[in-house]
C-alpha cells in the first residue's frame, strides 16, 4: 500500500501573525540602523571640529612661541638704550675734541656696544627732517612755525632716536613737528 500524502491547509492566521512579526522586527532594525548611523555622522563631525580646534591651538600656540622669542630680551634692550642714548651724545661731543687715541677707543666700545644691541634685534627707527609726521610711529614733543609752507605737518627736528625690537617699538622717535 502506497502512502498518500495528506496536505495540512495552513493556517492563514498564524502565517498573518509571523510575517507582520517580521515585518516590525525588520523596522525596528531599520530604524535602530538609523539611530546608529545619526549618532556615528554626529561623533565624526564632533572629532573633526575638535581636531581642527586642536591644529588651530597648536598653530596659535607656535606664532606666540616664535613672537616670545623675538621679544624675550625686550627688557634688557629697553635698559640699554639710555646708555646707547649717552654714547651718541658722548660721540658728537668727542668729534669736536683733538685727542685721537680716546677718539678710537671711544669709537670701538661704541661700535661694539652697538653691534651687540643689533644683534639682539634692536633698530633704530628711520626718521628724518621733512618726513611727515605719523602718530602711529612718532611722538611730538612739541611744535613750531613752520619755516615754509611744505614743511607744515612735517618733522622737523629729530630730539630723541626712536628704536624698535624686531616689529614692536620699544620706544617712538621725539620729534618736533612744523604747525
Not at 492566521?13 to 516590525?24: D, E, I, R, V, Y
Not at 600656540?61 to 649717552?86: C, G, H, W, Y
Amino acid at each position: 500500500m502506497a502512502k498518500k500524502e495528506v496536505k495540512v491547509p495552513a493556517n492563514k492566521t498564524t502565517s498573518k501573525k509571523q510575517g507582520s512579526k517580521a515585518a516590525k522586527s525588520e523596522d525596528k532594525l531599520s530604524l535602530q540602523l538609523l539611530e546608529i548611523k545619526e549618532t556615528l555622522e554626529q561623533e565624526k563631525d564632533k572629532f573633526l571640529r575638535l581636531f581642527a580646534e586642536f591644529e588651530n591651538f597648536k598653530k596659535r600656540t607656535a606664532r606666540e612661541r616664535i613672537e616670545l622669542f623675538k621679544t624675550a630680551n625686550q627688557e634688557v634692550v629697553s635698559a640699554m638704550i639710555p646708555v646707547l642714548d649717552d654714547f651718541n651724545r658722548a660721540n658728537k661731543q668727542i668729534e669736536k675734541d683733538e685727542n685721537a687715541m680716546d677718539i678710537e677707543g671711544f669709537k670701538l666700545i661704541f661700535n661694539k656696544f652697538q653691534d651687540i644691541l643689533k644683534s639682539n634685534g634692536l633698530e633704530a627707527t628711520k626718521v628724518e627732517a621733512g618726513d611727515t609726521f605719523d602718530a602711529e610711529i612718532h611722538e611730538a614733543i612739541t611744535q613750531i612755525p613752520a619755516p615754509s609752507e611744505k614743511e607744515k605737518g612735517k618733522i622737523i627736528d629729530i630730539v630723541e632716536t626712536g628704536y624698535q625690537l624686531g616689529d614692536r617699538i620699544i620706544r617712538y622717535p621725539k620729534v618736533v613737528v612744523g604747525q
